[in-house]
C-alpha cells in the first residue's frame, strides 16, 4: 500500500493519529469514505482528516 496521504484526528474508534486514504468523497452532510492501513473502513466527516505532512515528497 502506498503512503496515506491523510491523518484521522479525532478520536473515535480508537483511530486518532492514524494515517488513511479516501475512497469515497460525497458532498452530502461534507461525508467520506476511508480506509485505514490495516484495511479498516468507516463513514466519517472530512472534518476529522488533516494532510499527512509525512506522505508528501
Do not use: H
Not at 486514504?21 to 468507516?42: H, P, Q, W
Amino acid at each position: 500500500m502506498s503512503a496515506l496521504p491523510y491523518i484521522y484526528r479525532w478520536d473515535r474508534q480508537g483511530r486518532k493519529g492514524q494515517p488513511c486514504e479516501v475512497l469515497i468523497r460525497a458532498k452530502v452532510m461534507n461525508s467520506c469514505l476511508v480506509r485505514f492501513a490495516d484495511g479498516y473502513t468507516m463513514v466519517t466527516s472530512r472534518n476529522a482528516l488533516m494532510k499527512n505532512k509525512e506522505a508528501t515528497p
